[in-house]
């Protein structure tokens, strides 16, 4: 009998697999679909899957009931170092003299980080971000509170339409940091036990606003 090494005989069966001609059992893989197709307006099915992950979702007709509604917040949590750095949203901010930080004074003692974002993909209720903002990194990890501001032009079915946004608006010249954010900061490393905010916010809230400006 032939004496033969353990690796020598599984490449034999692999070669014997190879070589076999066998039927495809899911010869329409690739071509089925992975989700049911979707009947529901985007901004529901995101709202859906958002606040099924934990997030909050708070939809705004305009820019003065987005300041009623964060005002509101405030005052429930009593946030006081709220940062937000881009200027699209100071602006509508200063507008109604709404109280934030502009600078990264005191940084370390931030609460909420208000950030707009690339898209909001309705598929799983992620958001989509990246650093091309005044936002830059920082603001919507370091504080415990991350505050999204979309509108409903930047909602999305799939990942895929969110990069398509993102090349419509770059070009080749992409950001160098691309992230999705689904749900709070979230870890079941010990024991099993989910614990939020373990990497990051422990808190986001999703403001889409259909007239911000």
């Not at 509508?92 to 690339?118: N, R, S």
Request: aromatic share 10%; glycine share 4%.
């Amino acid at each position: 009998m032939e004496n033969i090494t353990t690796k020598e005989f599984m490449l034999k069966k692999i070669r014997k697999a190879l070589l076999e001609k066998r039927d495809n059992p899911y010869p329409n893989l690739e071509e089925s679909n992975l989700y049911l197709p979707n009947e529901d307006p985007l901004e529901i099915l995101f709202a859906e899957q958002l606040t099924a992950v934990n997030g909050n979702f708070i939809f705004c007709e305009n820019s003065l009931d987005f300041i009623e509604n964060i005002l509101s917040l405030a005052d429930k949590f009593r946030w006081r170092k709220i940062y937000c750095w881009e200027p699209a949203l100071q602006e509508a901010l200063k507008h109604y003299e709404f109280p934030f930080y502009q600078t990264d004074k005191d940084f370390e003692q931030a609460e909420v980080g208000i950030t707009m974002c690339e898209a909001l993909v309705a598929r799983n209720g992620s958001v989509l971000l990246s650093n091309a903002n005044g936002a830059g990194r920082r603001l919507s990890i370091f504080p415990h509170n991350h505050i999204v501001v979309a509108h409903s032009s930047q909602v999305v079915l799939d990942l895929k339409d969110g990069f398509r946004l993102l090349k419509e608006k770059y070009g080749t010249n992409l950001p160098s940091m691309i992230s999705t954010v689904t749900g709070p900061s979230r870890t079941a490393d010990i024991e099993k036990t989910l614990v939020l905010g373990a990497h990051g916010p422990k808190e986001l809230f999703v403001f889409l606003v259909d007239d911000l400006y």
